[in-house]
């Protein structure tokens, strides 16, 4: 669990994951497939939600 809120910086990419989670969590391979297109064009790693757990 996160101990501390999220910076106003942070806001945007955090929903946006949220909303990335739902959708990958009942999706199909191709559905998972453009998360991760997704995710590259946004510039950020495709181990975003991992990373994310750890801040």
């Given at each position: 669990m996160q101990t501390r809120l999220v910076t106003p910086e942070e806001l945007p990419r955090a929903k946006n994951l949220l909303v990335?989670?739902?959708?990958?969590?009942?999706a199909s391979t191709s559905g998972?497939?453009?998360?991760?297109?997704?995710?590259?064009?946004?510039?950020?790693?495709?181990?975003?939600?991992?990373?994310n757990i750890r801040r």
């Open positions: 990335h989670e739902v959708v990958l969590s009942n998972i497939a453009v998360g991760f297109l997704h995710l590259s064009r946004m510039d950020l790693p495709l181990d975003e939600r991992r990373l």
